[in-house]
């Protein structure tokens, strides 16, 4: 997969995480978004900052992670597997570290995340944006 093409790929999944994600946080009241650090100037909404944020943290991660798997021979669902791991746990990791959320936020939320995630990695590959090309 050339470098271009890791980068739609990316993208195409972030952002289907994000719509998918962003969706959850809004009609499952247990884990609605009432706070957001960061702003981007003229949004008030906590859950569009949040979408904003994960959308593009996650574009960067996501390619990052495309780009390492690459190379491996790995079967793609392991490499998929393993890459729905790493950027859940380094979500997940933030969000007990600012220490605003409960344990049971925690779980649902790494559940929800798994999931959109595996959803996302599972629509792109199917669209044909996933396939390597031998260079």
Avoid: C
């Amino acid at each position: 997969m050339t470098k271009s093409r890791m980068a739609l790929a990316a993208f195409l999944t972030a952002a289907s995480f994000t719509i998918l994600d962003a969706l959850v946080h809004y009609f499952y009241e247990p884990l609605e978004i009432y706070y957001y650090p960061y702003k981007y100037v003229g949004v008030q909404s906590p859950l569009l900052n949040y979408a904003m944020s994960k959308l593009v943290a996650s574009t960067a991660i996501l390619f990052i992670l495309f780009y390492l798997f690459a190379k491996t021979d790995w079967n793609p669902y392991v490499r998929y597997g393993l890459i729905t791991l790493i950027l859940v746990g380094l979500l997940e990791i933030r969000y007990v570290i600012s220490g605003r959320y409960d344990a049971q936020w925690h779980i649902l939320n790494f559940i929800n995340h798994f999931l959109t995630l595996s959803i996302s990695l599972a629509l792109v590959d199917r669209l044909g944006f996933m396939r390597r090309t031998e260079s």
